[in-house]
């Protein structure tokens, strides 16, 4: 590349003077001095430039747009696995920090996605080449990711994956896994129905500082009704504190045991037994 500087220093002109010498156009070069700077006849061969150089060199490509998109040599091609080897090996440590011309700044959500299929498709996460494989999160990392996610869910209930299951219990099949149990789905149905026609599954209900999500919601009359199984209603002291604090918002609660629901044999008796419990309202 011949620069301004190089031909004020060497040859005593400016570009512009030896552009209109020998009647060259606009990123045209001298066939006979382009012979001359090739190979070891350039004054620099088998010399690295500068750091400063190289700098300079670089911000003049990245103003001109010398090599953005298919401009670029390496548009559409990869690097080898050697020569990858040899640029981390170059820029290790160069770019912590603040020296990153990333730092401080977000991917956007297009790139993120394009980077999470990247890495899906080539298995780079998966298994043995995950960097966590077969380590843990420490305490001091797990209370950090906690305390992300609960404030994450209180401001967006809906990326929580109570609220997706509740989106998608039609289908039961949700990327993030779990699914809503037939009973509860029977009575947010038989309520919807029957009953409240604004009724939602996994309303979500914000209180202190935390979402619970009810089994059933009606938001317009501020009612929670809650569908007890076996199973993911066994935790006593917790579902008591959890029902305090609903209460505590405003919500009245009402308990639908799975143990009785199973009981009931057809449509009617379930409605009879759902309108028995709705009735004190």
């Excluded at 059933?216 to 504190?241: C, F, M, Q």
Aim: glycine letters at 8%.
């Amino acid at each position: 590349m011949i620069t301004h500087s190089h031909m004020s220093t060497f040859h005593k002109i400016s570009c512009k003077e030896y552009a209109k010498k020998f009647n060259l156009k606009k990123g045209q070069l001298n066939p006979h001095h382009s012979k001359r700077m090739t190979g070891k006849g350039n004054p620099i061969y088998g010399k690295p430039r500068p750091l400063s150089t190289r700098i300079k060199i670089s911000q003049i490509h990245k103003d001109n747009g010398t090599f953005i998109g298919k401009k670029n040599s390496m548009y559409g091609k990869t690097h080898s696995r050697a020569v990858k080897r040899r640029l981390s090996k170059f820029w290790k440590g160069k770019w912590k920090g603040s020296k990153n011309p990333f730092y401080g700044k977000k991917h956007s959500v297009s790139t993120k996605k394009r980077i999470s299929n990247i890495r899906i498709e080539k298995g780079i996460a998966l298994g043995v080449n995950n960097p966590m494989y077969g380590r843990t999160h420490t305490k001091k990392v797990r209370l950090k990711m906690s305390r992300y996610l609960k404030n994450l869910y209180y401001k967006h209930p809906e990326k929580h994956i109570n609220a997706i299951m509740a989106r998608n219990y039609k289908k039961q099949k949700n990327k993030k896994g779990g699914y809503i149990s037939k009973g509860q789905v029977q009575v947010y149905k038989i309520i919807k129905k029957y009953f409240y026609k604004s009724a939602k599954l996994n309303y979500p209900v914000r209180a202190n500082g935390t979402v619970y999500f009810v089994d059933v919601g009606v938001p317009s009359i501020r009612l929670a009704i809650e569908y007890d199984g076996e199973y993911w209603h066994r935790d006593k002291p917790n579902e008591t504190i959890r029902e305090y604090r609903i209460k505590k918002k405003g919500w009245k609660v009402i308990r639908i045991t799975e143990r009785d629901f199973l009981k009931l044999k057809d449509n009617k008796e379930c409605i009879s037994y759902i309108k028995a419990r709705l009735c004190p309202l």
